[in-house]
């Protein structure tokens, strides 16, 4: 069953702009009941089995990778697979995971998160961000967090670019004076 969290993590992703997807292990029924659950299964997604994975090609998979939101029955290829299909149509990727099958995917992603409380040492390794109390909700937080400070940096950077060329015009001003007396 999902976490308790889990809901409103979705929700607050979604909020934010991100594409949740499910990529498990379990059964495709059950996988999709939790999906629906959660909101990240809606009326018009799609859900593929690793099986159907192989049989498409990797083209036709990134063709229409984001017609799906479910993947159930999947091995460790078939993550890194779905993970290079949503990057090769632009997204930025991030995985999140805990177990070893997990580690390729997390590896290849944009932002590997791995779970720390129960991670396995591989996930743990492959990941470039570790949460240690394996709350979803703390990856929506994360989100929140690095947005902000990407936002500050950038007014930051665009202010320092200016007054920069504020110093070099009046330089510039000044040598022109000077030269003029």
Do not use: W
């Not at 593929?48 to 998979?61: F, H, P, R």
């Not at 697979?81 to 992603?109: C, E, H, L, W, Y």
């Amino acid at each position: 069953p999902p976490r308790p969290q889990a809901k409103a993590a979705v929700r607050e992703c979604q909020q934010a702009g991100i594409l949740p997807v499910m990529i498990t292990g379990d059964h495709i029924v059950t996988a999709r009941a939790i999906a629906k659950e959660l909101g990240i299964l809606r009326s018009k997604d799609r859900s593929l089995t690793g099986a159907q994975l192989d049989a498409m090609s990797q083209k036709e998979l990134s063709r229409h990778i984001f017609e799906y939101t479910v993947f159930a029955r999947v091995s460790p290829e078939h993550k890194v697979r779905i993970v290079k299909a949503f990057q090769s149509r632009g997204a930025v990727v991030a995985m999140t995971g805990d177990g070893i099958n997990d580690a390729p995917a997390i590896k290849n992603a944009d932002v590997g998160i791995a779970m720390g409380a129960m991670g396995s040492d591989a996930a743990i390794e492959a990941a470039d961000i570790v949460l240690m109390d394996d709350k979803p909700s703390n990856i929506a937080r994360a989100i929140r967090v690095a947005r902000k400070t990407m936002r500050i940096v950038h007014q930051n950077i665009v202010f320092a670019i200016g007054v920069k060329l504020l110093i070099l015009v009046l330089a510039a001003v000044a040598v022109s004076y000077t030269h003029l007396r």
